[in-house]
T-cell receptor
Framework: DTEVTQTPKHLVMGMTNKKSLKCEQHMGHRAMYWYKQKAKKPPELMFV???????INESVPSRFSPECPNSSLLNLHLHALQPEDSALYLC??????????????FGPGTRLTVL | DAKTTQPTSMDCAEGRAANLPCNHS???????VYWYRQIHSQGPQYIIHGLKNNETNEMASLIITEDRKSSTLILPHATLRDTAVYYC???????????WGAGTKLIIKP
């Protein structure tokens, strides 16, 4: 099973709202990722968690706050977003095999619209 | 910056083999070639990866040239459901990051 689940599928929020995106995997993977994808563009890496510790933050604004409560769960907390943050937010996971092929598997994404 | 170049778009007839090329002339010895595809508004789907040797799985075959500067993804019997954007990606074995190019929009025609 190579399934990564994400909830919700769609989210509409105002600029003053606080919301969270959730990602879950049960493959025993130890690396988890958040990506942002704008229309007709490839995914852009936002954050990487390795063994539940934040290892990469690609200069993402502080209105995006990741959290990794345990090795199976990854959250992205959203606060005071801007309309330009509207995008498809993708979660991925990989075994965490540093130095090996370490294939990433993606979830279906959350389509976020900021009004 | 992307380390791969791919055609912007390609067509293929249903039932025929789809051959998608990718150039990665600056690839280094410890970098893997990955292929993913993304059907409209869905998450990217892993297809196959390779380092030096040709690879085959239930979805596709990956042919890597001997100098590793280019590769070809082969979908042996394309169906309408294979219509998607196909990304060729180079990834350093010591790095979590996937370096995405712009991808090839593959359209399978009946």
């Amino acid at each position: 099973d190579t399934e990564v689940t994400q909830t919700p599928k769609h989210l509409v929020m105002g600029m003053t709202n606080k919301k969270s995106l959730k990602c879950e995997q049960h493959m025993g993977h130890r690396a988890m990722y958040w990506y942002k994808q704008k229309a007709k563009k490839p995914p852009e890496l936002m954050f990487v968690y390795s063994y539940e510790k934040l290892s990469i933050n690609e200069s993402v604004p502080s209105r995006f706050s990741p959290e990794c409560p345990n090795s199976s769960l990854l959250n992205l907390h959203l606060h005071a977003l801007q309309p330009e943050d509207s995008a498809l937010y993708l979660c991925a996971s990989s075994p965490g095999l540093y130095g090996g092929p370490d294939t990433q598997y993606f979830g279906p994404g959350t389509r976020l619209t900021v009004l | 910056d992307a380390k791969t170049t791919q055609p912007t778009s390609m067509d293929c007839a249903e039932g025929r083999a789809a051959n998608l090329p990718c150039n990665h002339s600056t690839i280094s010895g410890n970098e893997y070639v990955y292929w993913y595809r993304q059907i409209h508004s869905q998450g990217p789907q892993y297809i196959i990866h390779g380092l030096k040797n040709n690879e085959t799985n239930e979805m596709a075959s990956l042919i890597i040239t001997e100098d590793r500067k280019s590769s070809t993804l082969i979908l042996p019997h394309a169906t309408l459901r294979d219509t998607a954007v196909y990304y060729c990606i180079v990834r350093d074995a010591g790095n979590y990051q996937l370096i995405w190019g712009a991808g090839t929009k593959l359209i399978i025609k009946p």
